[in-house]
């Protein structure tokens, strides 16, 4: 177990609580990270009162980040925040040995906490999983989080492995994208029982569901959507807190319906949008991804919107679409 | 479209709300509709309180009953409820024809509403999914409602078929049985939107995440667990309803422990339990059925423990997990 | 186990060989069974020199087809042929009870043999599967052949499971339409181990590797498109067991090529076709059987190409793109 | 496009033929790669005649090894093969610029050709799949092959975009390990359609169907077992070739059942074997990767049987199983 006392650890409150968005990451036209966007984007989250940032998760593109650009996006985002708020750090690889060459440098890089999935492309067993994420803890003295994505992934983590862990201390907390608010509710009700939830941080990464995973319990949330609208989540966040039940979801359906934009690109021309153009042929990430940036750019926060290769960019029409989307929540 | 006017739709509130558990269906040791346990059960549902029932569902282990014993059961619910709450009845078959013959004969047998999923076995596309609500709707006057169950029938539904068939009143409703409260959430916001909600009942069949779904905006809940504990869902419904949703979210929590008695089986002898034998060889949905089972023969409800054919049955440790669970719970 | 004397069984050969192709149900415009056609396809395929046929599987719309229409398919099927070659009948519901008013309905209208998945809509265990199998045979004096069709069914068969139901003579052979050319190469090398293979009847449903089966050691094959070209399939057949195996797969190849004509409804007005409307809005399998359909009714064999509701049919652009397919392929 | 003459790709046959084994790497006991023990293993392959090698392919954990460890692996088998044959480097990882970054580093450590797989852990869209072969083929001046291997990448490459980086010249082949040989077969029929079977070498990671593959028209074969028996893998392919189709499955099906061996970890304790201890808790892959090492091990080629963390290793019965197949195979 690592020392209680080292210093990144005593960045991040234990249990961490509150609104954690998952930042974008802005590049430029080349595909560089635009760090001074990325800079006004840290600056617009703390203005807006987040708990703390996660770098280089799935919203942040990670898969189709380099090592460079994934070193510099941490890099950038632990300098502009200052330790304002503590700076989780997505450390995304196949498996145990290449984790660690992520957590190594993102530990170089400023990261206060890592963010670790189980290991994907190769088959994995609740084990062997619980084998990797001990091996990742012990080979870098940073809080780790475990971060469960079964849309990326292809498994979900075992909630036996889950209480294990925060039972040991190997994991100082769960950032739960599995859309599985019963399972999460399952977990919650366990993790209380043998006593964990003092210490272990349950941070949901479904963001239109937030209003129902903080009265399960959660801790906090990851919400990719505070990029675009980091405000409307602290409402929620408070109205939670403050047992404004009522509150909290009036302003979750706000958000749920602002959510739409991730459709933006995919719907374009398919005739579920206004268009008579063909579909415009990209992922649901891309489509998300752009979205999100898009509305970014469209609020004046970053320079371009352009995400990573491969992923195809939205064409005129979704970019109208998030500009309504914009004014019709409010924020244009 | 259908006439108002017709008696059934006369029974069903519009749009429906509360408390519909989903009937188990008790049989004897050689696999008969145990029609005296079956109303016994009913009986305690309605002492309960309950806002309806929903009998030959998934709960009701509908996959295994032949087409006469289906019909047996729905003709002993409607006529042990003579009126006092709507009756549902799941049509659970492969596609179109095969469906209209369930709806047909469950009209005959006393059904008030109709549950029917999405075409299974074949694939299907989401018009002619829809296609086919419309040709089950008219087929049988009855109101019916859309049974989204991605686990048993390996699609999602799609929003845009749901917020159609809500809008051209095909619908009167939708069980939710994905799990995916994100989804839920926006397809809830959209149907507020197009003005749908007054009309149109949303029930979750997630039965940890009914405080959630409830403060979502949802209308009832079908819970399986509800078969052992009515009491416990109308708690937490009642708490919503008046606002006090901590108490829905305490009361939910007691039930989500109690919730894990679906895994006595499969965990029985895998050393996940107390036990030293070897690992059953039962399905999960044999586990949680036979669970379910086992616990209302251990509260004196029904006088047989059996699943149907081919679900391995509950070993004696199993049991004694599931007598565990109800004295924790408090029902022992 | 059943008498070795039971005439049914006299008429099945031990093992099966040959070409079994699974009928397409033609039906009329308003979706009933048109037996003079259905009488037409099953003569066609006589003339071919079919080694048995198929009733009521998946190619010929089982999934879409009412009780009634199954029996008078089978019904029909079996008068048409006269016992000059066996026919199989598909006996596919949920689970056992189902499935076994399933098989006492095919037995009834003539069927020599029943062909029966594992249960679908709940889950299944392995144990649990077998158990299905060993209680419909018990159930019905037929021989019975598991159909494993992924696909459809959502698991697979475990290899176990088809070796201990082949050597404890529950079943009389294998329909394998998992496409998993791997896991049938493995299998039967284990049941030419256990002594099986002499009196297991091994078929592949993969209609576009017969001649790697065949080399694999598979008895024969039940081929969809083997409606439409019967011949070609028996050709494949006849140089493999010749040992003519450079013509087997010359063959096999100009099938592969005329398959194609599955993404007919798909592919039409796609863009990856040549027209320039709308996408259809259709299933992959309303696609494929709509094509084989259209096919047969351009050969002149059936009276009307209709597949069965919901099904969206196939526009003209697809039937077109039929048309020149079954040119192409030298048919018309 | 690369200029023909480039040094490289004058290395390598067009199209490649044969069998080219995806090496295993050999580890120490501290995890590291062992450089004499993967040389023996290069050369073992060498006097056995294989066509080429592959090397920190899935079958070399390569999902498992630092960045580091795989340029070693690269180095070494490059060094010590010599130009004796081909030498195809794995560069898998998440997206494009990640890609791009193991092509650099793979071409500097020696590799003649690249294989690489479509983006995974994010959604990719087909579109956006081959803008990604683009990009990887345009950076880096070697012959790329497409990894075609759903069960790591959870999508399956569409024929459409195959057929098209095919006829443009992204692409010098395919490694087909989705195990779909009736896809295989449509795009054979379809490649040979537009002339691309004389320049684009399609090869099948399949190892159980080789010969069925090779009858359908296939160059060549990836296999993992041919790890541990080249000789049966070459013997399969020079009768394939000769047209000695019976001796080639004949051999085939002695290389099936050794396949076995795989199960070996897995199987182990769980009542499918000998033993009575618990089952191991391992992932297929490591029981399948831990089975070939361990044989290998027996076998007198490398010096540690040991695979990569977080794998759990076979355990003792496990070991006896591979040595009694190893027997069975003649082989020991």
Redesign the interface.
């Known amino acids: 177990m690592p020392p209680a006392t080292s210093p990144s650890a005593a960045r991040l409150p234990t249990p961490l609580r509150g609104v954690v968005p998952p930042l974008c990451t802005p590049l430029t036209p080349t595909?560089d990270v635009d760090t001074r966007s990325l800079r006004a984007l840290v600056e617009h989250q703390l203005v807006a009162g987040v708990h703390g940032l996660f770098a280089v998760g799935?919203t942040g593109?990670t898969?189709?980040?380099?090592?460079a650009?994934r070193r510099t996006t941490i890099r950038t985002v632990a300098e502009a925040v200052a330790g304002r708020v503590p700076v989780l750090a997505g450390v995304?690889?196949?498996?145990?040995?290449?984790v660690?060459?992520q957590a190594r440098a993102a530990a170089d890089a400023g990261a206060d906490a890592l963010v670790a999935t189980a290991?994907?492309?190769?088959?994995?067993?609740?084990?062997?999983?619980a084998?990797?994420f001990r091996?990742v803890r012990d080979g870098v003295d940073l809080p780790l989080f475990a971060y469960d994505i079964p849309?990326?992934?292809?498994t979900k983590l075992a909630a036996?492995t889950v209480l294990t862990l925060a039972a040991d201390g190997t994991l100082a907390g769960l950032k739960d994208s599995s859309?599985?608010?019963?399972?999460l509710?399952?977990l919650?009700?366990e993790l209380?029982?043998q006593g964990s939830l003092d210490t272990f941080s349950v941070l949901t990464g479904?963001?239109?569901?937030v209003?129902?995973?903080l009265?399960?319990?959660a801790h906090g949330v990851v919400p990719g959507l505070g990029n675009v609208d980091p405000a409307g989540y602290l409402r929620v966040y408070e109205a939670a807190t403050a047992?404004r039940?009522?509150d909290?979801?009036e302003e979750?359906?706000r958000l749920?319906?602002l959510?739409?934009v991730i459709e933006a690109g995919t719907a374009a021309g398919t005739?579920?949008g206004t268009g008579t153009g063909?579909a415009p042929?990209?992922?649901?990430?891309?489509s998300a991804l752009g979205a999100f940036k898009a509305a970014l750019h469209l609020l004046g926060l970053i320079d371009c919107p352009a995400t990573?290769?491969?992923?195809?960019p939205l064409n005129e029409e979704a970019v109208r679409s998030v500009h309504t989307a914009l004014q019709r929540a409010g924020l244009l």
Chains 1, 2, 3, 4 share one sequence.
Do not use: I, K, N
């Open positions: 595909g799935s593109e898969a189709h980040l380099s090592d650009r995304v690889d196949t498996s145990t040995a290449r660690l060459d290991p994907f492309y190769a088959t994995t067993h609740p084990l062997e999983t084998d990797h091996r849309a990326s992934v292809h036996r859309g599985d608010l019963g399972a509710r399952r919650l009700v209380r029982a479904s963001e239109l569901t209003d129902g995973a009265l399960a319990g047992g039940w009522d909290a979801a979750q359906d749920a319906a959510f739409g005739g579920a063909a042929g990209m992922s649901t990430g891309a990573a290769a491969p992923q195809t």
